[in-house]
């Protein structure tokens, strides 16, 4: 069963220079929709965590503790027992939340995605992760694969239950 962490890296890069048009256009059109509190958005993801997911035999539980870095511009989200991490954060220049999943063989994962005041939604090619909050201590959680047969299929779901802030 493959276990995906909660969280994800903040990117505080800007773009330099011009830009390409689309990237003009892109700009001018999110300055004019109403500006998320990224802080407020991903503090709801900070504390230490309890994953459950399958039922008899597949039955998988794991903590997590996601923490501020001590300038506050990341969420780090750590595993107990495992080598990889991950980090949740927001790309002011392309206005998006980006996840970075980084195991504990060096390979990174990542994925874009929005958080709309009660569901995450993060996805790559092939690849898509939901976390809806049930509750400000509760998320439930399903990452799925797309199939060379064009159709998603579950990898994993459960809840997170928050036990410390």
């Not at 220049?93 to 939604?121: A, K």
């Not at 898509?128 to 509760?138: G, H, I």
């Amino acid at each position: 069963m493959k276990t995906l962490p909660i969280t994800i890296l903040l990117l505080a890069a800007s773009c330099g220079g011009r830009g390409t048009d689309a990237e003009v256009s892109s700009t001018a059109q999110s300055q004019q929709r109403p500006q998320r509190n990224w802080r407020a958005d991903l503090d709801v993801i900070a504390g230490t965590w309890n994953f459950e997911s399958g039922e008899g035999a597949a039955a998988n539980s794991e903590r997590e503790t996601c923490r501020w870095i001590p300038d506050g511009s990341f969420i780090v989200c750590k595993v107990e027992g495992s080598k990889g991490f991950s980090m949740i954060g927001w790309e002011e220049h392309n206005q998006r939340y980006v996840h970075y999943g980084i195991n504990s063989l060096g390979v990174v994962s990542v994925l874009v995605g929005e958080f709309d005041g009660s569901t995450w939604r993060f996805s790559a090619e092939g690849e898509r992760v939901t976390m809806v909050r049930e509750s400000p201590d509760l998320f439930s959680f399903k990452a799925e694969l797309l199939g060379a047969d064009g159709k998603w299929s579950l990898v994993v779901d459960g809840k997170y239950v928050r036990t410390e802030q």
